[in-house]
């Protein structure tokens, strides 16, 4: 591989750039979600084991995580939160049997020395994974081995649940046309942007760990269902976040950890396959004791995310709201136990802390 140690950072960031567009390009043909996120993370793994030196700024990245926490709270809609609450019993009973599952998993890959102590356990949550691994991050986790065990997840969940959809159904085939710079109401955006920009603010004073993204997430979910704002994001800033979020994670990358991660990958593997058969096993219940229709019980259930997820329910005959609800409700209980969750298990699980084996696999600096 070809030394970018040489080059200057303008000339490492050409070179990202030009194999980052083609990527990103290819994923978005086969419309596979978060393309735009993995093709620039891709890339950054790539110019990162080429002894590239160049990192995305801190108050960069902050500023696309403030997007996320936003698009997120876009998402967490009052009708979707109305839907949680009427149907709450089932949601959590399917929920705490994923979560179980997960942190089962994670506790297994840690035990067993597979990824360290917490990050194993993040790796394994179940949700938006973009998300899961800043919040990892903020809580001492390796954000590298998350994310390669995230997004791993995230191929082979989408690859099944499509594969799934289209044998249940025939499918609509529908591909959403994307406009991507559409006029904008002024007020709106800018309210918008000052939400985006005032989650690393409070969050840096008040200290919340990933605040960057929770700040906006929480403030947004209240000031929209109140409505005295509306959230606005044009398709071009989330592409410009999500590929600044890929791009930071990818360039911290290092040969140690990309071959600790091929060293895992088997067994990780596994792991995510018992996870989606468990999630199976879930929905097949859904189905037989609650009468719900098994398409919909398995997006509903499977472990790829809402996003993901969204995705595929739209070109299929399910109950999106009901889909929609359930990864939600996930997302949502994950977010809040997910940290304790996390240390409880790590702490009582018998399982090496993060750092007995980080200090293995050389940190690169942000």
């Known amino acids: ?67 996320l926490g936003c698009l997120i709270a876009n998402s967490l809609t009052g009708p979707i939160l109305g839907d949680i609450l009427h149907d709450w019993p089932l949601l959590l009973g399917s929920v705490f049997g994923v979560l179980v599952a997960s942190s089962a998993i994670g506790w297994f890959l840690a035990r067993r020395r597979v990824l360290p102590g917490t990050t194993a356990i993040w790796g394994s949550y179940p949700g938006a994974a973009a998300a899961m691994c800043l919040m990892a991050d903020a809580f001492g986790a390796d954000i590298r081995l998350v994310s390669f065990m995230q997004y791993w997840r ?27 710079f559409p006029d904008l109401p002024p007020l709106s955006f800018a309210a918008t942007l000052g939400l985006c920009a005032l989650g690393p603010v409070l969050g840096d004073r008040l200290r919340i760990p990933s605040g960057a993204m929770l700040v906006p997430l929480v403030l947004g979910m209240a000031l929209q269902d109140t409505g005295i704002i509306t959230i606005v994001l044009p398709p071009w800033l989330l592409v410009v976040s999500f590929a600044l979020v890929g791009a930071s994670i990818g360039l911290r990358f290092s040969r140690e950890i990309v071959f600790h991660a091929a060293r895992a990958l088997p067994r990780v593997t596994g792991a995510i396959v018992v996870l989606i058969a468990t999630c199976g096993a879930i929905a097949w219940m859904l189905t037989h004791f609650a009468g719900i229709d098994p398409l919909t019980a398995y997006l509903a259930t499977s472990p790829g995310g809402a996003d993901s997820m969204a995705i ?11 889909v929609m609800a359930l990864q939600t409700a996930r997302f949502i209980i994950i977010l809040i136990v997910g940290p304790g969750l996390a240390r409880l298990i790590a702490r009582h699980g018998g399982v090496p802390p993060d750092i007995a084996m980080t200090m293995e696999i050389p940190v690169r600096s942000r």
């Open 154 to 180: 995230v191929l082979l969940v989408v690859a099944t649940a499509s594969t799934v959809a289209r044998i249940w159904s025939s499918g609509s085939g529908y591909v959403p046309h994307i406009v991507w």
């Open 312 to 322: 595929i329910a739209a070109s299929s005959p399910v109950d999106r709201p009901f």
């Open 1 to 67: 591989m070809i030394s970018l140690a040489r080059f200057v950072p303008w000339q490492q960031w050409l070179v990202f750039a030009a194999i980052a567009a083609p990527l990103t390009a290819a994923f978005e043909l086969v419309r596979l979600p978060a393309g735009t996120l993995l093709g620039p993370m891709i890339a950054a793994i790539l110019v990162a084991l080429g002894a590239g030196t160049i990192r995305v700024p801190e108050v960069a990245f902050k500023a696309a995580q403030g997007v």
